[in-house]
């Protein structure tokens, strides 16, 4: 047994955020076996929690919590453990492959724990880490439902099920609004000065602020933002960043040179941040985050500046009555427009232009003319991917003879439901999975287009990045038309590549068109030249013509 002087003397070292300290007081003076279960959580956290830490320090976390679960399954210590063991593995799974094996472990565990904690909250949120880890929307989708029956004023919950609820066909347009609007009071309302108490006549032109937590690590947010930055009317605009990244680094470096005032807001409250954005006489506000951020959307509830936009990273209705406009463009929004709570500004030909790549870019062939057989892919985010594209896919790989597909997401992840129909559908072996880690830099990313043939597109979840890059390379994309703005981005896309024969209609269509297309080479091979030789003229790449265009937009906007 382990003396209680001794459970008391490693606590406090905790508690005194010594965690050195208190794992050499434990490995001095107690054996695992003799652990309580609160103890063996403890030297977990202090772990995680310590300075320095490396693989091994977190390897060895998850065997305390692990130790702790097994220990106290019925427990408050046991549940905690548990829920330490989902966190830390979903957290560092991206680096630490390793991990993998504990996450199978974890979920087997979290299934068992929710007969004894089936309304636990904390389980309930670590549950929906899980299954994106598995690509399990259905299952997410429940828990969330879950969640929401608990405690129907959890903002981050709330914001989550509208998210999760892109990636499915089940919700049209109008459920999309009819949350929105439901919901839109839980979110906070911050304190604000009144706009008629600040002074913008002192402004020399008009001030634009940008919002996100994304300007950082190459992610896809930067290729938008940092050309439009530099081609803005300097003489008319004046652009202000508000990152909530800590990280400073080369692709987010452009955006910070091309504006006026690069503001780091990461440690900041939303109270603090809008105090700041208001001293700063900020004229229109963009949100370019979405719901993908709940924490911070909540800046917007409130009238911080005369004119707020939502633009960009989540393309569909927020619902807060003080967002103005959502951006988007001819293409993207139809008759549901009165099913969107923001009054909507349709570009003049795209709702976004990617800034391309810094890499020379090398004409590649068809590779089905070196491998005689036909090699379809999708880089997207493997949560795209629905059981209605599943079934599309499987439809294709079985009709095109020998046929190969390749997926790789953009997080690391095991698709254990996806995988599971592929198999049902008897085409499992025609595919090849990939995640981040297997190609971790942006130059082998951008190679790896050049195995494919035929890039297939999502849905209802459209490819925006993924699309973008793919035309770059030369690579043609089906897609198919969607029901609301975000599954219509790829049809925007390929309309303003004048490639409006790969837009299919239908799943039927989307079949026949992928036949049509493989069953060709030399027709195909055309293709691939033609994108390749003019892609960098269309509306996609010109991000001068954009910059123009979207700065008109918000003179409108302004005017008004």
């Known amino acids: 047994m382990i003396s209680r002087s001794v459970i008391e003397e490693i606590k406090s070292l905790f508690i005194k955020k010594d ?78 492959k390793k991990l993998s094996e504990k996450i199978f472990i974890a979920e087997q565990y979290f299934t068992e724990a929710l007969k004894n904690f089936n309304d636990n909250e904390k389980l309930l949120i670590n549950g929906v880490e899980l299954y994106k880890y598995f690509v399990d929307v259905p299952k997410i989708k429940e828990i969330l439902e879950k969640l929401i029956h608990i405690n129907p004023k959890n903002t981050s919950v709330i914001a989550r099920y509208a998210f999760v609820n892109n990636y499915t066909s089940h919700w049209k347009q109008e459920n999309f609004f009819n949350h929105s609007k439901k919901y839109e009071n839980y979110f906070f309302t911050n ?6 108490e600040i002074e913008f006549k ?72 809008i105090e700041k954005i208001q001293k700063e006489r900020i004229e229109v506000l963009i949100d370019i985050g979405g719901l993908t951020s709940s924490k911070r959307i909540e800046i917007f509830k409130s009238r911080v500046s005369p004119v707020q936009v939502s633009w960009l990273a989540y393309c569909n209705t927020i619902g807060f009555k003080n967002i103005d406009y959502l951006i988007a463009d001819n293409n993207l929004i139809k008759s549901e427009e009165n099913h969107y709570s923001e009054k909507i500004i349709k570009l003049k030909d795209i709702w976004n232009a990617h800034s391309g790549f810094d890499f020379k870019r090398d004409f590649s062939e068809t590779p089905a003319k070196k491998n005689n ?7 997207n985010n493997f949560l795209k991917i629905s059981d209605e594209t599943v079934y599309v896919w499987s439809e294709i790989l079985k009709k095109s003879q020998n046929s190969k597909l390749i997926l790789k997401s953009s997080n690391n992840s095991f698709p254990k439901r996806i995988i599971d129909i592929f198999k049902k559908n008897g085409v499992l072996n025609s595919i090849e999975f990939y995640n981040r880690v297997d190609y971790p830099s942006l130059n082998e990313h951008l190679n790896l287009y050049k195995k494919i043939d035929i890039a297939l597109d999502t849905f ?43 837009i299919s209609k239908s799943p039927e269509d989307y079949i026949v068109k992928a036949l049509e297309l493989s069953n060709n080479i030399d027709k195909l091979s055309i293709l691939r030249r033609d994108i390749f030789d003019r892609i960098l003229n269309t509306p996609l790449f010109d991000t001068k013509k954009f910059a123009s265009n979207f700065g008109s937009s918000l003179l409108e906007i302004y005017k008004r």
């Open 460 to 502: 209802p979840f459209n490819g925006v990045t993924t699309s973008f890059e793919a035309l770059w390379c030369g690579i043609p994309v089906l897609t198919m038309l969607g029901y609301n703005f975000n599954s219509r981005c790829g049809s925007s896309i390929l309309k303003n590549a004048n490639l409006d024969q790969l």
């Open 373 to 379: 057989y036909i090699t379809y892919g999708s880089f």
């Open 202 to 273: 002192k402004n020399d032109k008009i001030r634009i602020g940008l919002v996100s937590r994304d300007f950082s690590k190459y992610h896809s947010v930067t290729f938008f933002v940092k050309k439009l930055l530099k081609y803005l009317d300097k003489n008319k605009f004046e652009t202000y960043v508000f990152s909530f990244s800590d990280q400073v680094d080369e692709s987010s470096k452009e955006i910070k040179d091309s504006s006026e005032k690069w503001f780091n807001f990461n440690k900041l409250s939303n109270q603090e941040v």
């Open 19 to 96: 965690y050195e300290l208190a794992l050499k007081v434990a490995k001095e003076k107690t054996q695992i076996e003799q652990r309580p279960a609160g103890l063996s959580n403890l030297l977990g956290l202090c772990k995680i929690l310590k300075l320095n830490k490396d693989e091994n320090d977190i390897l060895s976390s998850m065997l305390d919590f692990e130790d702790a679960y097994l220990k106290e399954k019925n427990t408050i210590h046991g549940l905690d453990s548990l829920c330490n063991m989902i966190s830390i593995s979903t957290t560092y799974i991206n680096s630490i």
């Open 191 to 196: 304190k604000v000065k009144p706009i008629s």
